[in-house]
């Protein structure tokens, strides 16, 4: 009898103990999800005044969005969000969640900001896998390559020199890495494509 009833006792006591630490756990992940979704608007909004001048808009980037329907040229088979740029409730410009697909370690996700004018603001790479001390110097926090695509358009620099050095292009490449960068100029160079074929509708939004 004193056997079972410890072992009632120690039951009820582990049953209160799981209830008391699934109500913890619980509440950490409620309170630990606004502070991460929080963490990411802010770096968000970070991203988005490094690549497109404050001039430029006065609405909330974050918030005033759109998804694009898949295109090659985005480099994706899935819809690609935009942040819609507004001054005084005119599209003043664009980001694009855009993707390189053909990098040596596989896709670079990227921001491409654009103005209404077809001219580039800024670019950001957001997301890769490419090879510690060659490739990922596609990042702004390893190198400034990923800087010289602001105020480059269609026209400037010319088609012909829309390309890394190695292939004839304006760019630069990397000792030993040129397929990443490659890939990232020619996904800008397309953005910039998209952006120009799409212009009436884009700026519609």
Known sequence: MELLSSIRRNSIGLGIFAVFTAGLIALTQLYTKKTIENNIIAAQV??????????????DLTQDSALLEPDDLLGS????????????????G??????APSGYNGNLYLLVAIDKNGTVTGSRVISHK??????DKVDLKKSNWILSFANTSLSNPLEKDWGVKKDGGQFDQFTGATITPRAVVRAVKNTLIYFEQNKASLLAQ
């Open 77 to 92: 088979k899935e819809p690609v969000k935009i942040h819609i740029a507004r001054k005084q409730g005119d599209v003043s």
């Open 46 to 59: 970070a991203a988005f005044n490094e690549i497109l001048p404050a001039q430029l808009y006065d609405n």
């Open 130 to 135: 490419e090879t510690p001390g060659l490739g």
């Open 94 to 99: 664009i980001i694009f969640e855009t993707i």
